[in-house]
C-alpha cells in the first residue's frame, strides 16, 4: 500500500506530533530554537529509530536508492523498504520522484509501520548549493502527504499516520546547514498548517 502526496490541504488539523531528530548539537540547538513557539513540533537528541512512532522521514534521492547517510540505516533496519521506496517511485512517478513530492510506503515492521520518501536531491550523494530551497520543498512535501494524502484503500493519512520522526533534511551528505535547514522546515509547517487553519 502507497499514499501519494496531495496537491491541497484539506481541513486536518496539525493534531498530529512532529519529532524532529538529530544525532549532533548544531542541528539539535537548531530544531529546538523552530519547535519551542509551535505546538506540534518536538525535539529528540538521538536517532529517529529510539522513537516510538509511525513513520519515519526519509530524506532520499529521486530515485529512491537508500544506500547513504540515514537512507543507508533505515535499508539494513528495514530490509524491504528500499525495494518499496523503488518500485512506488517507478510505478507512480516513471521512475523519479521529484524534489518538492513525497510518497508512503510500509517498512515491514510494526514500529514505525510507514517510511515517507520525501527526496532532498536529485541524484545519490549530490552536493546542494548553499542557497538551495531542498529542505523546504521535502518538509513541504511531507507535511502536504501527512494533511492531506490519501490511502489506497481510500482513508485518508492523518488517521493512521499519527506521529512522524524527522530527521536533517540535507544536512548530511548535502552539506545544508542546520539553521538553514531548520528555518526552511518551520517556513514549511506555517505555511501547510497555517493554510489549514485558514480553511
Request: hydrophobic letters at 45%; proline letters at 8%; aromatic letters at 6%.
Amino acid at each position: 500500500m502507497t499514499a501519494d502526496s496531495g496537491r491541497s490541504v484539506d481541513g486536518a488539523e496539525p493534531e498530529l506530533q512532529l519529532v524532529l531528530c538529530a544525532v549532533d548539537e548544531p542541528l539539535a540547538a537548531a530544531w529546538q530554537e523552530i519547535a519551542d513557539s509551535r505546538a506540534g513540533l518536538s525535539v529528540h537528541q538521538g536517532s529517529v529509530l529510539d522513537l516510538a512512532v509511525d513513520a519515519v522521514v526519509s530524506p532520499a534521492n529521486s530515485y529512491g536508492w537508500m544506500r547513504g547517510g540515514i537512507d543507508a540505516v533505515y535499508a539494513r533496519t528495514f530490509p524491504e523498504v528500499e525495494e518499496q521506496v523503488r518500485s512506488a517511485v517507478l510505478a507512480y512517478h516513471g521512475g523519479e520522484l521529484p524534489v518538492g513530492e513525497a510518497l508512503l510506503v510500509p517498512t515491514g515492521s510494526p514500529n514505525p509501520t510507514w517510511l515517507i520518501s520525501a527526496p532532498t536531491m536529485r541524484e545519490p550523494g549530490e552536493r546542494l548549493p548553499t542557497d538551495t530551497v531542498h529542505p523546504y520543498l521535502a518538509a513541504r512535501a511531507v507535511l502536504r502527504l501527512w494533511s492531506s494524502g490519501i490511502l489506497e484503500n481510500g482513508a485518508p493519512v492523518h488517521h493512521v499516520v499519527r506521529s512522524v520522526a524527522m530527521p536533517g533534511l540535507g544536512t548530511g551528505v548535502g552539506g545544508v546547514s542546520p539553521k538553514l535547514c531548520a528555518r526552511q522546515v518551520a517556513a514549511a509547517w506555517d505555511e501547510v498548517f497555517a493554510r489549514v487553519d485558514q480553511l
